[in-house]
């Protein structure tokens, strides 16, 4: 039995997943049954001291949350608990789940021996010039609240800088690899560009059982519903976008209703609330839709599953995306998706077949395909069907446990 060492920001737990990288979960499980490996995790958590934990044949380090130095790496205890733990694991592979947290930054020198796979989760610097999400310069300065006037590091502008420097420490990671696993060719081309001498391989995306094990139903409603996901509030998920879309919305459809899920519901939150939430809100005021928006908070994989059985389009008007797993889990539902012409959205389905793509930061084009599905049962029911065959085909989990077995067999041997 071959051990693999991951390195991640899933923790996994007894409980009901509701973060982000849930697919990841799915794999690990998937893994453990074919009893070729034997999976350890070393993550962080907001912990106050180092634990050891066991579950279901997967043993488990995490580690407190801590503040980075400028190059991005953890306290020196911190680093020396990680070597001793891959001493004592002595591991075939190390998997470096993402370039988002300080773990790829761990292999930067190429001081180890060990054999290394970075998995890309997205890429930084793709956000950069699309931060914003496309906002007048007005727009950014409105976007400020009591929280950014506490933490000045909480502006749009400190957190963009933020990025940048984060970026910086991505193309690092990304040049120190020999071994880069991507979800889609728009990644893949990216990566390329950053270092032309790694193996690539493509991997495949296991989707939760709740998504798999049901079905999207066409519904005959008078008060149609969109559903929307973001896990946090920044403008390059282009949930203001949206905004403008359901303005124009409600004059042909006064009852219709967006839900958004995901992070924390802004209602229930205190005057301690980011900038460009506090915009948000002020904008759905400004335009009237304040009544025809419910915001859902984090939700586990049950819930969203039956808020989406419940609406009638699923829409990601995100400016840059590197698979989109929300997109990917509303189409195997076979729920009508709606997606931006962004990064890697447009390769989850073909435009009027199994997908409608409306052109990026473009309102009254979102609204145009939302209302389209709307008003066209057969369109409905058309992408519903596709959608559902492309993604039963894409994310078959047969198929993505043999391509990542194929891919740990061939660093390996």
Not at 121 to 142: A, F, N, P, R, T
Not at 396 to 413: F, G, H, S
């Amino acid at each position: 039995m071959k051990k693999i060492l991951w390195l991640s920001n899933c923790l996994f737990s007894d409980g009901k997943i509701n973060t982000s990288g849930t697919w990841i979960y799915a794999m690990a499980k998937k893994l453990i049954k074919t009893k070729l490996y034997k999976i350890y995790n070393i993550t962080q958590s907001n912990v106050r001291a180092f634990q050891q934990q066991e579950f279901d044949n997967l043993t488990q380090w995490v580690i407190p949350i801590q503040k980075l130095n400028k190059d991005g790496l953890p306290s020196n205890e911190t680093i020396q608990i990680i070597n001793d733990i891959k001493r004592k694991v002595v591991p075939d592979l190390i998997h470096v789940w993402g370039t988002e947290s300080f773990w790829g930054m761990l292999f930067v020198d190429k001081l180890h021996s060990n054999k290394t796979l970075l998995e890309i989760q997205g890429i930084l610097s793709s956000i950069i010039d699309v931060y914003y999400g496309g906002l007048s310069i007005s727009e950014i300065k409105k976007c400020r609240g009591l929280k950014e006037y506490v933490f000045s590091k909480m502006y749009l502008k400190h957190r963009r800088e933020k990025l940048i420097l984060n970026a910086e420490h991505e193309d690092k990671i990304i040049k120190s690899f020999d071994n880069i696993s991507v979800q889609s060719n728009w990644v893949k081309t990216q990566i390329i560009q950053k270092n032309n001498n790694a193996k690539i391989h493509d991997v495949k995306i296991i989707l939760r059982d709740e998504f798999i094990s049901n079905q999207w139903n066409y519904r005959d409603s008078k008060k149609p519903v969109l559903f929307t996901s973001s896990s946090t509030a920044v403008p390059y998920k282009g949930l203001h976008v949206l905004f403008y879309a359901l303005s124009h919305l409600v004059k042909t459809f006064p009852s219709i209703k967006l839900k958004i899920a995901g992070g924390v519901n802004p209602k229930k939150l205190s005057i301690f609330k980011d900038g460009y939430t506090k915009w948000l809100i002020a904008l759905t005021k400004q335009l009237g839709i304040e009544e025809s928006i419910e915001w859902l908070g984090s939700l586990d994989a049950d819930s969203i599953v039956n808020e989406m059985l419940t609406s009638d389009v699923n829409v990601v008007p995100s400016f840059v995306e590197s698979y989109s797993l929300a997109a990917a889990e509303s189409l195997y539902l076979g729920l009508p998706t709606v997606v931006s012409n962004a990064g890697a959205l447009p390769e989850l389905g073909v435009h009027d077949e199994s997908i409608l793509i409306f052109e990026s930061s473009n309102s009254v084009s979102c609204a145009h395909q939302i209302k389209r599905v709307l008003c066209n049962e057969n369109l409905s029911k058309t992408l519903s069907t596709n959608s559902k065959k492309l993604a039963t085909q894409r994310n078959n989990v047969d198929l993505a446990v043999n391509t990542q077995i194929k891919i740990y067999n061939k660093i390996i041997q």
